[in-house]
């Protein structure tokens, strides 16, 4: 595995931060026991940024309504730059998972080993699922994720798949489950965005109104909900067209 040549202050997104440094890392368990515990939330880097912070390493999301605190989470993003450290047992990755940028640590990993799951290669463009947990570098402000696992992604299934499970999660984590209740006009407009981006994942390029037709939705309705996915980044428009959508799998630079 070549190793590039990027220096530490690209991969804490610009902050000029010591890579020497020793963080606190104490809480970090494996991706399996993790799993075990079924604490893992599937966000977007977005959210973490903006993730709102009312104690020292203590997380919270999705705060409109209902707080939830975040521990173990889960994400899809692009490497876009990356450094190895084999003498202090460290690799530091810099991701985009177009909702924006974040780097990721993971420390104490046997090379060898921890990147079989990975065809035995990392290099810039790879796009990974990073399971980790979400910190604070306390001297810069500046946030990371210390990862506790990580795999190569090779379908693009996946990225759907995850940024379904990122809305889904959300929705969970706000309104609660859905079984045995009746569904508020909210939580509908909520169900619709993930119609309508099924559809477009399904039919790129395919129309505001053939959108409307086939999911015989509310014409209101399905173009709040279109705002929504634009501004998160989920929607675009296909090329040369102000008319046409597709998904947003170019959400990654």
Do not use: W
């Not at 909900?225 to 046409?244: C, D, H, K, R, V």
């Amino acid at each position: 595995m070549d190793d590039h040549d990027f220096r530490g202050s690209d991969v804490h997104g610009g902050e000029d931060v010591d890579q020497s440094m020793v963080h606190n890392t104490s809480h970090v368990n494996s991706s399996e026991s993790a799993s075990e515990k079924g604490g893992i939330t599937p966000v977007n880097i977005r959210q973490l940024i903006h993730a709102e912070m009312p104690e020292t390493n203590h997380f919270v999301i999705d705060c409109k309504t209902k707080k939830k605190r975040i521990e173990q989470v889960t994400l899809v993003a692009q490497i876009v730059k990356f450094t190895n450290e084999p003498e202090k047992r460290k690799l530091n990755l810099f991701l985009d998972d177009g909702t924006g940028r974040m780097s990721v640590i993971l420390y104490a990993i046997d090379t060898e080993k921890k990147f079989e799951a990975c065809g035995g290669v990392i290099e810039n463009g790879l796009f990974l699922r990073i399971y980790g947990i979400l910190n604070i570098d306390n001297r810069t402000g500046t946030r990371y994720i210390v990862g506790t696992g990580l795999s190569l992604i090779m379908d693009i299934n996946e990225f759907t798949t995850h940024l379904l499970d990122v809305i889904v999660a959300s929705l969970h984590s706000q309104y609660g489950s859905l079984v045995g209740k009746k569904v508020p006009k909210v939580q509908q407009q909520k169900t619709l965005e993930v119609s309508i981006y099924e559809l477009v994942a399904k039919k790129p390029g395919i129309s505001f109104h053939e959108v409307v037709s086939e999911l015989n939705s509310d014409f209101d309705a399905t173009i709040a909900a279109f705002q929504i996915l634009f501004e998160g980044g989920n929607l675009g428009y296909a090329p040369n067209s102000t008319e046409q959508y597709v998904v947003a799998n170019k959400l990654f630079y």
